[in-house]
Nanobody
Framework: EVQLVESGGGSVQAGGSLRLSCVAS????????MAWFRQAPGKEREGVAF????????DYADSVKGRFTISRDSAENTVALQMNSLKPEDTAMYYC??????????????????WGQGTQVTVSS
């Protein structure tokens, strides 16, 4: 069982920044593909960013490229999502997700078996 705990959400004005963090179970860390998803009210869950188990490969949704950066810290078993130049359309519940290797390309929610409880991000105009 993989346990994921997110933190770092909040409210910010457009153009601002937030940093989300997700801590994963220590003993499984090196075997996990990690990703961030988001879901706004009335919309489907959307893949935001992915990082491979080694950290060597990353991928982003087109809507966040150039603004968001995903990273992982093996010493802390943490994956972070740095969000800059936030827009009102980034408002959503953000979820950390994990799956065992081999990692799948793309950002499909169906690949991920483990999910955090979510952290709310609200961007006001």
């Amino acid at each position: 069982e993989v346990q994921l705990v997110e933190s770092g959400g909040g409210s910010v004005q457009a153009g601002g920044s937030l940093r989300l963090s997700c801590v994963a179970s220590r003993y499984t860390w090196s075997s996990l593909c990690m990703a961030w998803f988001r879901q706004a009210p009335g919309k489907e869950r959307e893949g935001v960013a992915f990082v491979s188990s080694s950290g060597a490969s990353v991928d982003y949704a087109d809507s966040v490229k150039g603004r968001f950066t995903i990273s992982r810290d093996s010493a802390e078993n943490t994956v972070a999502l740095q969000m800059n130049s936030l827009k009102p359309e980034d408002t959503a519940m953000y979820y950390c997700a994990a799956a065992y290797t081999p990692c799948a390309p793309g950002l499909s929610a169906s690949f991920y078996h483990y999910w955090g409880q979510g952290t709310q991000v609200t961007v006001s105009s």
